[in-house]
């Protein structure tokens, strides 16, 4: 669960990355992604409840010096290769595809998470803005350069790359350094520059990967491109995509109690929240979070709809467990059953929820729960 405080939002002013990002995940379903499957808001944060990744993230591993082989790294890259084709196809750019983005599940699948910066692609308009990750970036972001799906490849290269040598290909002791090396650098790796038993097809996909040129990079005609790859030859990706091939990797146990954010818990606030309660005062919540909410039941109709190009209607609670609304003022309650009752303040656009209690242990296949979630 990703918790966001409002206040810490405004004072960043990342609130409206937040809100995007919000409105990208719910309409994206992939089983490469973390996907979002509800989201709601109490006076003071916001939350997206996300599919449960157990493994940890990528540069964990890469910390901790595990050596991956040849046939992992393709794993991994055909995990990710699935997931930028989808979300590609979905008329979005990711713009910060890096270690700490890349989740592992319980089977050793790669999930893509964090679409904070992301960007969806529209007729006639360029993205020009320049965000992202030092290390990561492709050069015409750099540079301002108007941008498209092949920036997420060259951040893919760098993937690659990182995942071989286990350091970056461009490297510096401030990100103008960093800047310098992306946009002047050349990366030429040859069958001698590989590590014992790795192929040359695979130095060859990496350099042309991180071409600095657009048009030269691969994929830039088509992720077909980067599919039909010699490096890429036997995969299945339809049995990949459905995770009928085993994984290459199984995320080890003996550090996955170490890989949390342990300075997040119980973590002291040094923001100033002296007059918390009148700056929230100040903020039409009504207005700005209106949209946050997304529950069980849009996250299985945007499933259902991204599986078949016909548009489906939106499952609706059955006749036992209506939905009822009262208006009172500015509140409107609304009763899914006796046990779960919420209600809505119209001034502040928050829920209030009177039991929260299924939130502990969510069990998907749990119809009961799933009613609940629909508040």
């Known amino acids: 669960m990703k918790e966001i405080s409002k206040v810490k939002a405004f004072m960043k002013k990342s609130l409206s990355s937040i809100i995007l990002e919000k409105h990208i995940l719910s309409n994206l379903h992939h089983p490469f992604l973390a996907n979002l499957n509800f989201s709601f808001q109490d006076k003071e944060y916001l939350y997206l409840v996300l599919d449960f990744l157990p493994g940890g993230?990528?540069?964990?591993?890469?910390?901790?010096?595990?050596?991956?082989?040849?046939?992992?790294?393709?794993?991994?890259?055909?995990?990710?290769?699935l997931a930028l084709d989808y979300i590609h196809k979905m008329n979005i750019i990711h713009r910060d595809i890096k270690p700490e983005n890349l989740v592992f599940d319980g089977r050793g699948y790669l999930h893509i998470t964090d679409f904070g910066i992301a960007r969806?692609?529209?007729?006639?308009?360029?993205?020009?803005?320049?965000s992202g990750t030092p290390g990561y970036l492709a050069p015409e972001v750099l540079i301002k350069k108007p941008q498209n799906y092949s920036s997420d490849f060259f951040s893919l290269g760098v993937i690659c790359y990182e995942l071989?040598?286990?350091?970056?290909?461009?490297?510096?002791?401030?990100?103008?350094e960093i800047a310098e090396k992306i946009l002047y650098k050349n990366i030429k790796l040859k069958s001698e520059d590989m590590p014992l038993g790795f192929s040359h097809y695979m130095a060859d996909f990496i350099n042309?990967?991180?071409?600095?040129?657009?048009?030269?990079?691969?994929?830039?005609?088509?992720?077909?491109e980067i599919k039909s790859h010699p490096w890429l030859e036997g995969v299945d990706w339809k049995l990949l995509e459905n995770k009928n091939v085993d994984s290459e990797y199984i995320p080890f146990t003996p550090f996955i109690?170490?890989?949390f954010e342990r300075d997040l818990v119980n973590k002291k606030d040094h923001l100033n929240y002296e007059h918390?309660?009148?700056?929230?005062?100040?903020?039409?919540?009504?207005?700005?979070?209106?949209?946050?909410?997304?529950?069980?039941?849009?996250?299985?109709?945007?499933?259902?709809?991204?599986?078949?190009n016909?548009?489906?209607?939106?499952?609706?609670?059955?006749?036992?467990?209506?939905?009822?609304?009262?208006?009172?003022?500015?509140?409107?309650?609304?009763?899914?059953?006796?046990?779960?009752?919420?209600?809505?303040?119209?001034?502040?656009?928050?829920?209030?929820?009177?039991?929260t209690t299924f939130l502990n242990d969510v069990n998907n296949n749990d119809l009961e729960i799933k009613k609940q979630l629909s508040c």
Not at 211 to 217: A, H, T, V, Y
């Open 120 to 130: 969806k692609m529209k007729n006639g308009k360029q993205i020009l803005d320049k």
């Open 310 to 355: 016909t548009t489906k209607e939106k499952p609706r609670i059955n006749n036992n467990n209506k939905t009822n609304s009262t208006n009172s003022g500015n509140k409107t309650t609304r009763t899914m059953s006796d046990e779960n009752e919420t209600s809505f303040d119209n001034n502040n656009g928050i829920f209030m929820m009177k039991n």
């Open 57 to 81: 993230d990528l540069r964990f591993y890469l910390n901790k010096g595990i050596v991956f082989s040849e046939i992992q790294i393709k794993f991994f890259i055909s995990n990710l290769i």
């Open 257 to 259: 109690g170490d890989n």
């Open 164 to 176: 071989v040598f286990r350091k970056k290909p461009f490297r510096g002791k401030n990100k103008k």
């Open 208 to 224: 042309r990967l991180l071409k600095r040129n657009q048009e030269e990079r691969l994929g830039n005609n088509g992720i077909e």
């Open 276 to 308: 918390y309660d009148d700056f929230l005062k100040k903020i039409n919540q009504s207005e700005i979070f209106k949209n946050f909410y997304f529950n069980y039941y849009d996250a299985n109709y945007i499933h259902n709809k991204n599986r078949s």
